[in-house]
């Protein structure tokens, strides 16, 4: 399948259990109750740190940037998905408020190579917490400079980052980020 979700808004009942797809900070942040938890991917998107975070690593004077999926033909993204009873959509649907909505899709389960039904969060350009693209040495320092309650906006891409590596995926997007926020705190530590 090469779109996930062809812009089809989750507007019915979920099944019980429901596949929930995490690729930004639903990989290393879980704090809900899960059934299980699969390596997973889907095909025709790529993450890109382009929705702006006003509620959790930034505010809403400066919000900070965190990942979104955008289209890209023949693209495979890389996360986890995570099976969950369908209270937690609660939970999550608060998590993912600053411009997220639920779409469904397919999702291709890594070590059994099965593809099952699911959710993701995505947040598209019509929400206003929408940043859009920058240069990237322009989005390493407006990371490096944001922070809001769940912490530096730097911790968040490093943090994904790691995760990422973990699962064997170099995200170049994510990867680059994390390369010149490193380098960068470098050369400030260095300069200090």
Partial sequence: MDNFFNGHRVNRDLPKPAWVFGYGSLI????FPYLRREVASI????????????DHRG???APGRVVTLLPAPGHI????AYLVEHSVFEHLDYREKNGYQRFDGAITLRKCHTEVQGV???ADSDNPAYLGPAPMD????????SSGPSGSNSDYVLQLADALQELGDDDPHVAELGRLLTSNAGAKHDAG
Avoid: N
Avoid at 138 to 145: C, F, G, N, R
């Fill in 28 to 31: 290393y942040k879980v704090d």
């Fill in 43 to 54: 095909t025709g998107w790529q993450r890109r740190f382009w929705q702006g975070s006003h």
């Fill in 59 to 61: 505010t809403p004077d």
């Fill in 77 to 80: 993204c890389h996360g986890v």
């Fill in 120 to 122: 993701v969060y995505v």
């Fill in 138 to 145: 322009e989005l390493a320092s407006h990371i490096a400079s």
